[in-house]
């Protein structure tokens, strides 16, 4: 029997054969096996891309150390910590690792010329009872990108694309950055509802900060950022105004699409620390399904505080839960 496969199929099979990188062939070839008609026809064909991915997934696993290649670089996957994970990319001396040294604990070198970061580095942003992974990054030009980049930015949540107002070549420097991701098959969009017809394509969820806003020279710099992200979150930002930092933290979650959720015991006070973290739409048995599966199937009713309820209103195990929502649980 014929395959039959769709053009698609085979422009993404010749990406596929040319990607050196462990890591993207992966995702190609998973991408290969979804798009592939799945029928008699092309039952040798899958069988041998479920080979391929197992294959690729060892070598993942293994650091790319197959037949003595050299050790995939360190950088290449960063462990998500926190309810989400947070990529700030941009041209070089734009503020990245101010942000990052502003929102976290971390001390990233900062300094007042260019090309400062060499390795991307992480810290941890606490927004109201929640905490969220940043990672500051070395910068992208047309002199400078460090090939793990793509994985570290498709790997991450969201991505906060950083420019400098007060720089007269910000969207010159900008650009650029988005031309170089964009031939690396990363498309920067303001959400994912506008996914590319290339499969090879990946669309990630951005957010962009008119940094060192607020400065004498920067209200012409932040005027051309709006112009040129319309549609976008574009927030004014800069290490000396600590309500724009506010302001970023608060994007940021919203950008997430998660929400948090409180649990407390029958007859105990509510506490308002550490929250179940859910994807935006979870509903009373995803959240008892994420604390134990046992407690998803043996769940009865919940009782639910919050905005817009009666304090204790009885719900059953597919309500939509809410941002802030305190429950009980009841087996
Ligand atoms: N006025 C003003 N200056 C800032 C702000 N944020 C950063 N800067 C300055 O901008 C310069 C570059 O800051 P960095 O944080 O090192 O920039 P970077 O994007 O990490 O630079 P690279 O690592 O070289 O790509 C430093 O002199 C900072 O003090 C801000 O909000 N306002
Ligand atoms: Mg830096």
């Given amino acids: 029997m014929p395959a039959n496969l769709p ?3 085979y422009e993404l099979e ?11 062939k992966l995702r190609l070839a998973q991408e290969l096996l979804r798009i592939m008609p799945k029928h008699k026809g092309t039952d040798k064909l899958q069988a ?15 650091g790319g150390q197959q037949h003595g290649a050299r050790k995939a670089p360190a ?16 041209a070089p001396n734009v503020g990245k690792s101010s942000l990052l040294e502003s929102l976290t604990h971390a001390k990233p070198l900062v300094a007042d010329y260019p090309y ?12 109201e009872t929640i905490q969220i992974q940043l ?4 910068p992208i030009s047309d002199e400078m990108y460090e090939p793990y980049m793509a994985n570290l930015i498709r790997n991450a949540d969201i991505v906060a694309l950083v420019c ?3 720089d007269k070549d910000c969207l010159s420097r900008v650009d650029f950055v ?3 991701l964009e031939q690396k098959h990363i498309i920067l969009r303001p959400d994912l509802s506008h996914q590319s017809d290339d499969p090879r394509n990946y669309t990630k969820r951005t957010i962009v900060c008119a940094h060192k806003a607020f400065e004498d020279d920067s209200a012409a710099g932040t005027a051309v950022v709006r112009g040129r992200f319309d549609g976008y979150t574009v927030l004014e930002t800069s290490v000396l105004d600590d309500a724009s930092l506010n302001q970023f933290k608060k994007a940021v979650f919203d950008s997430l699409g998660i929400i948090r959720v409180y649990t407390k015991h029958i007859g105990h006070e509510v506490a308002l620390v550490d929250p179940v973290i859910l994807p935006s739409g979870s509903t009373v048995e995803d959240a008892a399904i994420s604390i134990h599966k046992d407690f998803g199937a043996n769940l009865k009713f919940a009782k639910i505080w919050g905005q817009g309820k009666f304090d204790g209103q009885r719900v059953q195990r597919d309500f939509q839960l809410s941002d802030g929502d305190v429950i009980e649980f009841h087996i």
């Fill in 7 to 9: 053009p698609q199929y």
């Fill in 164 to 166: 400098d107002t007060t």
């Fill in 178 to 180: 988005l031309q170089t």
């Fill in 135 to 138: 990672i500051d990054t070395p």
């Fill in 116 to 127: 400062t970061t060499r390795e991307p580095l992480t810290g941890m942003m606490t927004y």
């Fill in 14 to 24: 010749r990406a596929f054969k040319d990607e050196k990188d462990p890591h993207e």
């Fill in 75 to 90: 950088h290449d996957h960063i462990e998500r910590e926190g309810a989400g994970q947070v990529i700030l990319i941009g």
């Fill in 48 to 62: 041998d891309m479920k080979a391929k991915i197992s294959q690729l997934k060892k070598q993942c696993d293994e």
